[in-house]
């Protein structure tokens, strides 16, 4: 469950929902409508979720560091401290307590997150969604199998639109935000 889809590694669904980062900031900061090149980025600590030290970061953090924004960003580590509970919500909360001003977060964790945050926070998408033209903010999110598989794929094809509505209410409930189309 929740790969990108066309992985090359496995053969994948067809995508069953879209998901994307986004901006996180507080609801009570006049920071909505952000972009990756808006000129207030240039003022903020800002958030970004890091994946290691094999260079092998998110889109946002390589969308920051080629505006020139290293010196405002502040790194939290993709799957933080497993001592802690939920570790990977370290970021948002981060945002609710005013230690960064915005955040870039994968939008399902964020949503997530924002929805249980008892200051109120702003989700908004990434924009623009594919930066530069190469980088996407965006990905079809689908159910990976193993190559060869390709029944199995097909019979969880069909389960999965069979299910779709049922599958749209479980992301609402969750408070993944929707992704800007591809």
Do not use: C
Request: no cysteine.
């Amino acid at each position: 469950m929740g790969v990108a889809s066309g992985v090359d590694a496995l053969e994948t669904t067809r995508p069953y929902y879209r998901a994307g980062y986004v901006f996180v900031s507080r609801a009570d900061r006049d920071l909505g409508r952000l972009t990756l090149d808006d000129p207030r980025l240039r003022k903020l600590t800002i958030g970004v979720q890091l994946v290691g030290d094999d260079g092998a970061n998110p889109p946002p953090a390589d969308a920051l560091a080629r505006r020139g924004l290293i010196q405002n960003i502040r790194g939290f580590t993709l799957y933080g401290d497993d001592r802690r509970p939920d570790p990977a919500s370290t970021i948002v909360r981060a945002v609710g307590a005013g230690e960064v001003d915005v955040a870039l977060v994968w939008g399902p964790l964020a949503g997530w997150q924002a929805s249980r945050s008892r200051v109120p926070l702003r989700v908004e998408p990434i924009s623009p969604w594919l930066d530069q033209g190469r980088w996407p903010m965006a990905f079809d999110i689908s159910v990976g199998v193993a190559k060869g598989k390709t029944a199995l794929r097909r019979e969880i094809d069909i389960d999965l639109k069979r299910n779709r509505g049922a599958v749209a209410d479980i992301l609402r409930s969750f408070h993944v935000p929707p992704a800007p189309d591809g």
